[in-house]
Every structure is written in structure tokens, then in C-alpha cells.
């Protein structure tokens, strides 16, 4: 089945290490995205790509960097990890808009990553 | 930017009973809106959605309703059972932010039996 997949599930790592968090899709969307989840603040945009050369800042872009590799491919990086960082991540794809509007997100299952 | 704010922050009902929670959005473009329910430990799933040329959508024991005069919109649950417990997450999508969902801060719902 066409699916979105995160890699790792789930991270511990150290502050001040790098980290990257890799996202692959097979359901053939133009759009990425990167979220970040906190327990009480719902999830919120980190970065955003809708094509290969197409990179957007989210409204908590601060500290993190992507790349997106092909069009199945969207990777995060935390570029010197700190314990606030400590979350869970979902990358997402979407259509782009059709002629019946926008679409809903696909999202991956997730990272969770503890940066100690 | 659109700013979405969610309520209630947690739900408990009984089985059977009806939920509902409500969701304002602050940007009169936004025309998409979308519902995700997800299940503890698991990535969140898109349920339901409603788009603002239409006022109500339906699907099964779950609908949608929405309000573009006052920009707000609700999720409807009848005749819950204990699978219907999660949380769930509305969203806004428009034109102004090309179509990027901000979402609401979520509600968990719990269903007794």
C-alpha cells in the first residue's frame, strides 16, 4: 500500500549532536511536511517543500534544516540537538490542490525523538 | 496567519452518548477543513472534511458542520463506543498559506463503557 515512512521510530541522543530524521513516501504527493507534536500544543509546521526545489520555513523553523533529496524524499535535521527538542515527529504529504480544492494530509507514524 | 483554537481540551462521555467539539478559525479565506483522529501511540488520520461551499457533511456516526459567518466549525460523534476514544485534531487550510493546515491543539475524548 502507498504509504508514508519515518525513520527512526525512536531516538535518544545528545545535546549538541547532529541528527537527521529521513521521510520517504510512496503515494506519490508533491507536498511535504515536517510537524513537530507536544503533549497540550497540537502539531506545528517546522518546514515545508510542495517540489524538489521548493523549501519553506514553518513557524518553528529555529534550529532545524531539511533536505528534500527526490520527490519521495524529505529529510530533517536538528542541527545541534537541545532537550527542547525532545518530541515526537510526523512528517506528512498531500496532493496538491485539485480542482475540488486542498486535501487532507497522509501522515508517517512518527519519531520520537529524547535528546538528553 | 490562521489561528485555530480547539474545544473542549478533554471529553468524557458515555458510551452512547453523543460528542462534539468545536473548532474557530480566524481567516476568512480559509475554505478547507479537515478533522484527525489519533489513537494513543499511533499517527494521526484524516476522518472527515468540509470544504466552506458546503455547510454539513455526514459520514456514517460522524459529521462535520460548518459556519463561515462566524468561522467556526464542529465535529459530531453519535452513539460513541470505547474505539471512538482519542484525540482529535481540527485544522484550517486556504489560499492564504497555500493550502498548509494549522491545526487546533486537539481534544482527547474518552468513552466509558
Known amino acids: 500500500d502507498a504509504d508514508v515512512t519515518q525513520t527512526p521510530r525512536n531516538r535518544i541522543t545528545k545535546t549538541g549532536k547532529r541528527i537527521m530524521l529521513e521521510c520517504s513516501q510512496t503515494k506519490g504527493h508533491d507536498r511535504m511536511y515536517w510537524y513537530r507534536q507536544d503533549p497540550g500544543l497540537g502539531l506545528r509546521l517546522i518546514y515545508y517543500s510542495f517540489d524538489v526545489k521548493d523549501i519553506n520555513k514553518g513557524e518553528i523553523s529555529d534550529g532545524y534544516s531539511v533536505s528534500r533529496q527526490a520527490q519521495a524524499k524529505f529529510s530533517l535535521s536538528l542541527e545541534s540537538a537541545i532537550p527542547n527538542q525532545t518530541a515526537l515527529y510526523f512528517c506528512?504529504?498531500?496532493?496538491?490542490?485539485?480542482?475540488?480544492?486542498?486535501?487532507?494530509?497522509?501522515f508517517g507514524s512518527g519519531t520520537r525523538l529524547t535528546v538528553v | 496567519g490562521e489561528n485555530v483554537e480547539q474545544h473542549p481540551s478533554t471529553l468524557s462521555v458515555q458510551e452512547g452518548d453523543s460528542a462534539v467539539i468545536k473548532c474557530t478559525y480566524s481567516d476568512s479565506a480559509s475554505n478547507y477543513f479537515p478533522w484527525y483522529k489519533q489513537e494513543l501511540g499511533k499517527r494521526p488520520q484524516l476522518i472527515i472534511d468540509?470544504?466552506?461551499?458546503?455547510g454539513e457533511k455526514k459520514d456514517q456516526r460522524i459529521a462535520v458542520t460548518l459556519n463561515k459567518t462566524a468561522k467556526h466549525f464542529s465535529l459530531h460523534i453519535t452513539e460513541t463506543q470505547p474505539e471512538d476514544s482519542a484525540v482529535y485534531f481540527c485544522?484550517?487550510?486556504?489560499?492564504?498559506?497555500?493550502?498548509?493546515?494549522?491545526f487546533g491543539d486537539g481534544t482527547t475524548l474518552t468513552v466509558k463503557p
Open positions: 485544522a484550517a487550510s486556504g489560499n492564504t498559506n497555500a493550502g498548509k493546515s494549522t
Open positions: 506528512a504529504t498531500s496532493p496538491p490542490s485539485g480542482t475540488g480544492g486542498w486535501e487532507g494530509y497522509t
Open positions: 468540509i470544504r466552506s461551499n458546503v
